[in-house]
Each structure stands twice: as C-alpha cells, then as structure tokens.
C-alpha cells in the first residue's frame, strides 16, 4: 500500500511520548489498588496522536464491505439492506438506553413493540405464539429443539431422541440437535434437489417411534421450493413427532406462504436476515421462536431477558414501512431476481438442477472445467470487480458449489453489472486462467492461506513482533 497509515498496524505507527488524549485535573483524590491486582510493568500501548488514529480507523472502516456500499450475493444468509429509518427509530434514546433491570413500569412502550412485533410475526408466519428470548438463529433453533424435547417429556416420551436432517440442510441443523441431546438422523435428497419421500418413509417405518422432529427449510438450501411438505408433515405427526422449520430461508416465503399453514409446529426467525436488520461480523442478531397453538407453555428458559431489543426495533419498523400489502412484493421479487440471474449465467456456469427457483440457486463451478479456474478463483476474482463473494463449497451436493442471493432490493442494474462480471470471470478462465487463478490484485493484500490463518491465527503484535 503507499498509504502509510492505511497499511500499517496502529502499533507501528505509534510514537514514544505521543498523546491523543488530555484527562481533567483529578478532584476525587487517589485510591491505592492491591498489588496483586497491578501490572509489573506498563501496559505495551501504542502511543499516537489523535489525528493519527482517526486515519488509521477510518482508513480501515473504508476497506469493509457491506450492503451499504456494494453488491452482496450471499447465498443461504439474506444480506437485504438495512433502510436508515430503521436506524432512526432504533436509536431513539427511549429505546437505545433501556436498561433490563429497570422498572417494569418504566418499560410500557417497550414491551408494547415487543407485543406488536409478536402479532406482526404470528401473522406473517402462521404461528400463534413467539418467544423473543434468542439473541440468534443458532440460538433459536436451539430454543426451538429444547421446546419440543419439553413436549415429548411432559407426555412420558423419553425415548424420542432423534431428528430427521436432510443432506442439504444448514450446518446449524444438526450442530444444534446435539447440543440439545439429540441423534441426527439424515435424509437424502432426490436428483432434483428436494427431500427422498420414499427415503423418508423407510427413516419413519423403521425409527419411528424415536423421532422427535424433523428440521427442514423451504425453500431448501438450493432455493428449491419443497412441494411434499404437507405429505411430510402428515407422515412426521403420524408418528408422534413435530416438524421444525428453519427460518433461515424465509425470505422468499414472505406474502406467498407461511409455515404454519404447510404443517410445521415450530419455528424460528432470523429478525437480521428476513426483516433488514444489520447481520454480520458476528452479530447483533435475533432469533425468535414462534409455535404453534399449545406448545408455548413449553418454552425453555435460555435467558431472563428479551434477546437484542435494537434489532427489534428495526425489524418492526420494517415490518411497518412495508405495512399489510407491499409486504407481499417481498418473496415474489426475490425469486425473481434470483431466476434472472440464474438464465443469464447457466450457459457459461454449470447449473446442476434447471428448474425455477426461489430466492436463491447454486451453480457447480464454471461450465468448462478444462480451464482449472475453480469456484475458489471465481470468488476471489469478483473482489478485483467490487463484488462481495457469494457463498462458496456449500451446500456440499456439488463439489464445486457457487450459491448466489440476490435479494428483492436489487435493482436491474445492479444485477447486469454482476451478471457482466461473472460472464467476464469466465471468459477469462479460458483466455488468461492464470490471472483469475492469482486473484485477487487490487485488494490491500493478495490471497490469503485461509487454512493457515484459521489453524494459527496471530492475534497479538508482539507475536507479529517477534516472528518479523
């Protein structure tokens, strides 16, 4: 990089002596600290001036990517953008500064958007109830699958451990079912991409007496609409389980269907992917639960508060804006985005499952494959073009997976451009393999050993210090 501040580390920028700060004089007088609570030596801090600093971070902030500042086709996690009056409602400071612990009598208005976020979920949804307890999707389908090990045990129905998984569902499906305890028993999907009914039915006869649940999220990891689910619910209640719904896909469901209706006794919702709230960077998130009439006294207890109220906020002032007949555009224009840029693409990027989709598709990496370029190239090539990358070698189905999401924000333009580039990538990969194999070349560094990186992470500069 020739900006110095931008490439540096804030400790290499920093100077003996230097200051970016000035305290008051201390009026309080002094307290002595235990001994064994002090420092043998000063803390190793960099020393910088305030103008400084500003640069470096604002430097950095610069080189994030976000919904805010370019495409982001991410599929399997909706990155839809966040409008600013949600922002603006959210930080109003009689609901940025709520406190849990103050007085109930002091949180009315509160608790009311709480209650009316409910009625607007339950509506959307097909659920009678929803706890907002979760703080995120991974921690409502954990409250989700705690809520049904509590109704099989209020019946004496201690032997019903296991869930049904299909083989193309979210990796949280499974991680979360043995977290609660249970045995995930997986299922396979046909040539076309859906759930193996006859499979399914050779899991019930034989285990069905064990089944707790069966996850499951429509459309499908690979955007593809589940056209049996009431015949598998019927199967699934027949023997005594309940159904899950994953409601990580959501978003193309919203004003076309609603879960609840399909035969799916509980759910959850990702508040920060379905209704626009801020998601990534690992968090803030939210993850209510919602169930159907009767399970509700079944809720666990995962924590003594409401999950992320701000995210809260945002989605009911989402919810709002759209209001009862512009919500329904929602799913609708999501699939459709999503189709356009599957036709355009599907003649120079393999499409493994030709059908229409929903919000999202999965390609298996570029159609010649006499190239060498690899979906992992593809990825890093798009950052040379301001494009975040999509989802890449997942769902494990295809060995090259490349799933793309564009939501219902996008406009026509947007997606030509992409749509441009990948068509781009690709004649590259035949012309000059090696510059799409040596991407990226105009981000601040060049590609990055992942592995490494994840194996052996250097996460202190004097580690950086020592090794240089």
């Not at 580390?9 to 309080?28: Q, T, W």
Request: glycine content about 8%; aromatic content about 8%; some cysteine.
């Amino acid at each position: 990089m020739n900006n110095k501040l931008y490439g540096n580390l804030i400790f290499e920028l920093s100077k003996a002596g230097r200051k970016g700060f000035s305290l008051p004089k201390n009026n309080y007088g002094t307290c002595t600290i235990p001994k064994e609570l002090c420092r043998q030596k000063e803390a190793a801090l960099p020393e910088c001036d305030e103008l400084t600093v500003v640069r470096h971070y604002t430097n950095l902030s610069n080189n994030n990517f976000g919904v805010d500042t370019g495409f982001y086709p991410l599929g399997s996690c909706t990155m839809k953008y966040n409008p600013k009056i949600n922002e603006e409602i959210a930080a109003q400071p009689q609901f940025q500064n709520i406190h849990p612990e103050q007085p109930t009598e002091t949180t009315r208005g509160a608790q009311a958007i709480v209650s009316l976020l409910e009625r607007s979920l339950c509506e959307l949804t097909g659920m009678a109830h929803f706890t907002f307890k979760p703080y995120a999707g991974a921690h409502g389908e954990l409250t989700g699958l705690m809520t049904i090990d509590n109704y099989h045990r209020s019946r004496g129905d201690f032997d019903r451990k296991k869930v049904i998984v299909p083989d193309s569902a979210h990796g949280t499906n499974p991680a979360s079912a043995a977290v609660c305890g249970l045995e995930i028993v997986e299922v396979s999907s046909r040539a076309d991409g859906t759930v193996d009914f006859e499979d399914l039915q050779r899991i019930v006869a034989e285990q069905g007496t064990e089944i707790a649940a069966m996850m499951m999220t429509n459309p499908n990891t690979l955007g593809l609409f589940e056209t049996r689910i009431p015949e598998i619910a019927r199967l699934i209640h027949d023997c005594g389980g309940l159904m899950y719904y994953d409601g990580a896909n959501l978003n193309p469901m919203l004003g076309a269907c609603r879960p609840g209706d399909m035969g799916f006794d509980v759910m959850h919702v990702n508040l920060h992917k379905t209704f626009s709230t801020p998601h990534g960077g690992g968090g803030p998130g939210s993850g209510p639960v919602g169930v159907r009439e009767g399970l509700q006294s079944f809720f666990p207890f995962v924590s003594p508060y409401h999950g992320n109220f701000g995210v809260m906020m945002r989605a009911y002032a989402y919810i709002l804006s759209l209001g009862r007949e512009h919500v329904k555009e929602v799913g609708p224009l999501a699939t459709l985005n999503a189709n356009y840029i599957k036709a355009c693409l599907k003649d120079v990027y393999e499409l493994p499952i030709d059908t229409v989709c929903c919000h999202e598709f999965v390609f298996d990496g570029l159609k010649d494959k006499t190239t060498g370029v690899t979906t992992m190239d593809v990825a890093k090539r798009l950052l040379d073009y301001g494009y975040h990358a999509p989802t890449i070698y997942f769902p494990l189905l295809f060995h090259e997976s490349l799933m793309i999401e564009p939501t219902e924000n996008e406009s026509r333009e947007t997606l030509d451009g992409f749509i441009a580039v990948m068509r781009k990538i690709a004649e590259e990969a035949k012309v000059s393999p090696e510059k799409v194999k040596s991407a990226p070349h105009t981000t601040p560094i060049g590609r990055a050993d992942d592995v490494l990186a994840a194996k052996h992470p250097v996460v202190t500069y004097r580690q950086l210090k020592s090794e240089a």
